[in-house]
């Protein structure tokens, strides 16, 4: 006769039912069937598309202003500025696929060109938007970031 080990496993969270497979002797096939299927699960859950935004943000990218790291923010404007962020983010994202701008790849004067007026647009209207939230000292601050990331975009679509 052999020592086995069982190990539980809960078909969900909520379920009570728990079925065992052993380990070193013989192998419930069932419970090795509904093993691999739960793995498959986890494997699709974590590898299942996400938003837009996040799959081809400019987040971490030369399009990135981090203003979020490099401005004070109170806690009452925080909300309002994630907010208006987060809408141009998403509005950038549709722009870049319309015109296949990859943000992780190097800039192309041409298609940043093409989809000039819409990116544009978008600036125009997150420029009025925090406007409207951000004191004259943090409103300049954030002209002067954009224009810094502005012309590090430039910059790049001429370095070989």
């Not at 400019?58 to 925080?78: C, N, V």
């Not at 041409?110 to 938007?129: F, M, N, V, Y």
């Amino acid at each position: 006769m052999h020592r086995c080990r069982q190990i539980a496993l809960n078909t969900c969270e909520e379920s009570a039912e728990v079925s065992c497979a052993c380990v070193g002797g013989e192998i419930d096939m069932a419970v090795v069937k509904k093993l691999i299927v739960g793995l498959f699960v986890i494997c699709l859950v974590a590898i299942q598309p996400v938003s837009p935004v996040f799959a081809a943000g400019t987040e971490g990218t030369i399009y990135d202003p981090q203003l979020l790291t490099r401005m004070k923010f109170s806690a009452a404007q925080l909300p309002t500025i994630k907010d208006i962020l987060n809408k141009s983010e998403a509005r950038i994202v549709d722009v870049f696929a319309k015109y296949k701008i990859d943000p992780r790849a190097k800039p192309v004067f041409d298609q940043l060109r093409a989809a000039s007026t819409e990116l544009q647009a978008i600036e125009s209207w997150e420029k009025k938007q925090m406007k409207r939230v951000l004191n004259k000292s943090q409103y300049a601050d954030y002209l002067e970031i954009l224009q810094g990331t502005a012309a590090a975009v430039i910059k790049a679509t001429r370095d070989d």
